[in-house]
Protein backbone atom coordinates (compact mmCIF):
# COMPACT_ATOMS: atom_id res chain seq x y z
CA UNK A 1 0.00 0.00 0.00
CA UNK A 2 1.29 3.43 -0.81
CA UNK A 3 2.23 5.54 2.21
CA UNK A 4 3.61 8.91 2.64
CA UNK A 5 4.96 10.38 5.66
CA UNK A 6 5.61 14.36 5.98
CA UNK A 7 8.23 15.67 8.71
CA UNK A 8 8.14 18.04 11.10
CA UNK A 9 4.04 17.96 12.02
CA UNK A 10 4.96 21.53 12.57
CA UNK A 11 7.85 23.94 12.01
CA UNK A 12 8.13 27.44 13.45
CA UNK A 13 10.84 29.96 11.39
CA UNK A 14 11.69 34.08 11.77
CA UNK A 15 11.57 35.24 8.67
CA UNK A 16 14.20 34.84 6.45
CA UNK A 17 15.28 31.81 8.58
CA UNK A 18 15.48 29.11 5.42
CA UNK A 19 14.78 25.33 6.12
CA UNK A 20 13.15 22.10 4.50
CA UNK A 21 9.94 19.99 4.91
CA UNK A 22 10.87 16.26 4.22
CA UNK A 23 8.44 13.83 2.52
CA UNK A 24 9.05 9.92 2.25
CA UNK A 25 7.30 7.65 0.44
CA UNK A 26 6.70 4.43 -0.56
CA UNK A 27 4.78 3.70 -3.55
CA UNK A 28 4.58 1.01 -6.42
CA UNK A 29 6.39 3.06 -8.76
CA UNK A 30 6.38 6.54 -9.27
CA UNK A 31 3.93 7.95 -11.88
CA UNK A 32 4.49 11.68 -9.60
CA UNK A 33 5.06 13.25 -6.70
CA UNK A 34 2.96 16.60 -5.85
CA UNK A 35 3.50 19.29 -3.48
CA UNK A 36 -0.02 21.57 -2.37
CA UNK A 37 0.16 24.39 -0.30
CA UNK A 38 -3.24 25.22 1.79
CA UNK A 39 -4.63 27.89 3.74
CA UNK A 40 -7.04 27.49 6.50
CA UNK A 41 -10.50 27.02 4.96
CA UNK A 42 -9.11 26.57 1.52
CA UNK A 43 -8.40 23.53 -1.28
CA UNK A 44 -5.58 22.32 -1.65
CA UNK A 45 -3.61 24.73 -3.82
CA UNK A 46 -0.57 23.07 -6.57
CA UNK A 47 2.75 24.01 -6.45
CA UNK A 48 5.26 21.27 -8.20
CA UNK A 49 5.07 17.89 -10.11
CA UNK A 50 8.26 15.87 -9.40
CA UNK A 51 8.41 12.97 -11.74
CA UNK A 52 11.85 11.66 -11.48
CA UNK A 53 14.83 10.75 -8.91
CA UNK A 54 17.13 14.03 -9.41
CA UNK A 55 14.60 16.51 -10.97
CA UNK A 56 14.51 19.81 -9.39
CA UNK A 57 11.60 22.87 -9.36
CA UNK A 58 11.55 26.03 -8.40
CA UNK A 59 9.36 28.63 -7.86
CA UNK A 60 9.91 32.22 -5.69
CA UNK A 61 11.09 31.28 -2.39
CA UNK A 62 10.07 27.26 -2.49
CA UNK A 63 12.62 24.50 -4.55
CA UNK A 64 11.15 20.54 -4.48
CA UNK A 65 13.77 18.09 -4.74
CA UNK A 66 12.96 13.94 -5.40
CA UNK A 67 15.17 10.95 -4.42
CA UNK A 68 13.93 7.67 -4.90
CA UNK A 69 12.63 7.65 -1.10
CA UNK A 70 11.82 11.46 -0.28
CA UNK A 71 11.47 14.82 -1.52
CA UNK A 72 12.42 17.86 0.09
CA UNK A 73 10.61 21.43 -0.35
CA UNK A 74 12.91 23.81 0.61
CA UNK A 75 12.01 27.45 1.74
CA UNK A 76 14.59 30.23 1.50
CA UNK A 77 14.22 33.47 3.23
CA UNK A 78 10.46 32.67 3.95
CA UNK A 79 8.45 35.71 4.64
CA UNK A 80 4.73 35.14 6.74
CA UNK A 81 2.61 35.36 3.53
CA UNK A 82 4.60 31.48 3.34
CA UNK A 83 2.69 30.00 5.85
CA UNK A 84 0.79 27.62 5.24
CA UNK A 85 0.19 23.59 5.53
CA UNK A 86 2.34 21.97 2.87
CA UNK A 87 1.02 18.76 1.87
CA UNK A 88 2.83 15.98 -0.28
CA UNK A 89 1.07 13.47 -2.15
CA UNK A 90 2.01 10.53 -4.63
CA UNK A 91 0.28 8.84 -7.45
CA UNK A 92 1.51 5.21 -8.26
CA UNK A 93 2.01 3.89 -11.98
CA UNK A 94 -0.77 1.23 -12.96
CA UNK A 95 -2.97 -0.31 -10.43
CA UNK A 96 -6.97 0.07 -10.44
CA UNK A 97 -7.52 3.30 -9.36
CA UNK A 98 -5.58 5.38 -12.09
CA UNK A 99 -5.86 9.33 -10.56
CA UNK A 100 -5.38 8.47 -6.47
CA UNK A 101 -3.19 10.86 -4.77
CA UNK A 102 -1.92 9.37 -1.63
CA UNK A 103 -0.92 12.39 0.55
CA UNK A 104 0.86 12.90 3.85
CA UNK A 105 -0.56 14.67 6.88
CA UNK A 106 1.34 17.79 6.38
CA UNK A 107 3.64 20.16 7.30
CA UNK A 108 1.83 23.15 9.41
CA UNK A 109 4.69 26.06 8.78
CA UNK A 110 4.33 29.61 10.33
CA UNK A 111 6.55 32.38 9.55
CA UNK A 112 7.02 35.02 12.51
CA UNK A 113 7.82 38.54 11.49
CA UNK B 1 -10.71 31.14 -15.68
CA UNK B 2 -13.00 30.11 -13.30
CA UNK B 3 -11.13 27.28 -11.76
CA UNK B 4 -12.63 24.35 -9.44
CA UNK B 5 -16.22 24.91 -7.52
CA UNK B 6 -17.91 23.40 -5.42
CA UNK B 7 -21.59 24.09 -3.74
CA UNK B 8 -22.70 24.22 -0.96
CA UNK B 9 -19.64 25.88 0.65
CA UNK B 10 -20.85 24.82 4.69
CA UNK B 11 -23.65 22.05 5.41
CA UNK B 12 -24.92 21.17 8.46
CA UNK B 13 -26.71 17.18 8.65
CA UNK B 14 -27.87 15.24 11.57
CA UNK B 15 -27.00 11.48 11.62
CA UNK B 16 -29.03 9.37 9.52
CA UNK B 17 -29.64 12.10 6.74
CA UNK B 18 -28.18 11.77 3.37
CA UNK B 19 -26.14 14.68 1.72
CA UNK B 20 -25.63 15.68 -1.77
CA UNK B 21 -22.40 17.74 -2.83
CA UNK B 22 -21.62 19.11 -6.12
CA UNK B 23 -18.72 20.16 -8.23
CA UNK B 24 -17.90 21.79 -11.34
CA UNK B 25 -14.45 20.98 -12.89
CA UNK B 26 -12.16 23.73 -14.60
CA UNK B 27 -13.50 23.92 -18.32
CA UNK B 28 -11.99 21.36 -20.72
CA UNK B 29 -11.07 19.02 -17.57
CA UNK B 30 -12.76 15.21 -18.18
CA UNK B 31 -11.80 13.68 -14.85
CA UNK B 32 -13.04 14.81 -11.65
CA UNK B 33 -11.70 13.20 -7.90
CA UNK B 34 -13.37 13.16 -4.43
CA UNK B 35 -11.19 13.69 -1.61
CA UNK B 36 -12.46 13.53 2.06
CA UNK B 37 -10.04 15.70 4.49
CA UNK B 38 -10.36 15.55 8.71
CA UNK B 39 -9.14 18.54 10.56
CA UNK B 40 -5.38 17.59 10.90
CA UNK B 41 -4.56 14.93 8.24
CA UNK B 42 -4.08 14.78 4.89
CA UNK B 43 -7.40 13.96 2.09
CA UNK B 44 -8.37 10.66 1.84
CA UNK B 45 -9.49 9.41 -1.55
CA UNK B 46 -12.63 8.31 -2.05
CA UNK B 47 -13.66 8.52 -6.14
CA UNK B 48 -12.15 9.42 -9.72
CA UNK B 49 -14.78 9.37 -12.44
CA UNK B 50 -13.51 10.15 -16.15
CA UNK B 51 -15.72 10.51 -19.05
CA UNK B 52 -18.95 9.63 -16.92
CA UNK B 53 -17.47 6.37 -15.61
CA UNK B 54 -15.70 5.64 -12.06
CA UNK B 55 -12.39 4.81 -12.86
CA UNK B 56 -11.03 4.51 -8.76
CA UNK B 57 -12.57 3.95 -5.57
CA UNK B 58 -10.61 4.09 -2.19
CA UNK B 59 -11.35 2.72 1.14
CA UNK B 60 -15.23 3.95 1.76
CA UNK B 61 -18.00 2.17 2.69
CA UNK B 62 -21.34 1.98 -0.05
CA UNK B 63 -22.55 4.49 1.93
CA UNK B 64 -20.77 6.50 -0.71
CA UNK B 65 -21.55 7.03 -4.22
CA UNK B 66 -20.50 9.22 -7.18
CA UNK B 67 -21.95 10.04 -10.65
CA UNK B 68 -20.29 12.50 -13.63
CA UNK B 69 -22.92 14.14 -16.05
CA UNK B 70 -22.34 14.90 -19.59
CA UNK B 71 -21.04 18.01 -18.38
CA UNK B 72 -18.39 16.75 -16.86
CA UNK B 73 -19.69 18.18 -13.59
CA UNK B 74 -20.09 15.58 -10.49
CA UNK B 75 -22.13 15.11 -7.37
CA UNK B 76 -21.04 13.40 -4.08
CA UNK B 77 -23.67 11.39 -2.02
CA UNK B 78 -23.66 10.16 1.16
CA UNK B 79 -26.29 8.24 2.78
CA UNK B 80 -27.05 7.34 6.24
CA UNK B 81 -24.90 10.09 7.96
CA UNK B 82 -22.76 9.04 10.78
CA UNK B 83 -20.75 11.48 13.09
CA UNK B 84 -17.51 10.72 11.52
CA UNK B 85 -18.71 12.19 8.09
CA UNK B 86 -18.06 15.62 9.44
CA UNK B 87 -15.11 16.88 7.42
CA UNK B 88 -14.06 18.91 4.53
CA UNK B 89 -15.07 17.38 1.52
CA UNK B 90 -13.00 18.46 -1.68
CA UNK B 91 -13.13 17.98 -5.53
CA UNK B 92 -10.21 18.02 -7.95
CA UNK B 93 -10.16 17.76 -11.45
CA UNK B 94 -7.42 17.30 -14.06
CA UNK B 95 -7.36 17.28 -18.18
CA UNK B 96 -7.26 13.22 -17.96
CA UNK B 97 -7.12 9.93 -15.82
CA UNK B 98 -4.26 7.65 -15.33
CA UNK B 99 -1.90 10.77 -16.59
CA UNK B 100 0.63 12.50 -13.63
CA UNK B 101 -0.95 15.83 -15.01
CA UNK B 102 -1.84 17.69 -11.16
CA UNK B 103 -5.43 17.50 -9.94
CA UNK B 104 -6.42 20.80 -9.21
CA UNK B 105 -8.74 21.47 -6.27
CA UNK B 106 -11.84 23.50 -5.60
CA UNK B 107 -12.27 24.70 -1.89
CA UNK B 108 -14.34 21.96 -0.63
CA UNK B 109 -17.69 22.12 1.31
CA UNK B 110 -17.64 21.65 4.84
CA UNK B 111 -19.88 19.22 6.38
CA UNK B 112 -21.00 19.16 10.11
CA UNK B 113 -23.17 16.57 11.35
CA UNK B 114 -25.01 16.84 14.63
Known amino acids: EDQVTQSPEALRLQEGESSSLNCSYT??????LFWYRQDPGKGPEFLFT???AGEEKEKERLKATLTKKESFLHITAPKPEDSATYLC??????????????FGQGTILTVHP | DAGVTQSPTHLIKTRGQHVTLRCSPI?????VSWYQQVLGQGPQFIFQ???????GRGNFPDRFSARQFPNYSSELNVNALLLGDSALYLC?????????????FGDGTRLSIL
Open chain 2, 92 to 104: ASSSMTGSNQPQH
Open chain 1, 27 to 32: VSGLRG
Open chain 1, 50 to 52: LYS
Open chain 1, 89 to 102: AVQAAGGTSYGKLT
Open chain 2, 27 to 31: SGHKS
Open chain 2, 49 to 55: YYEKEER
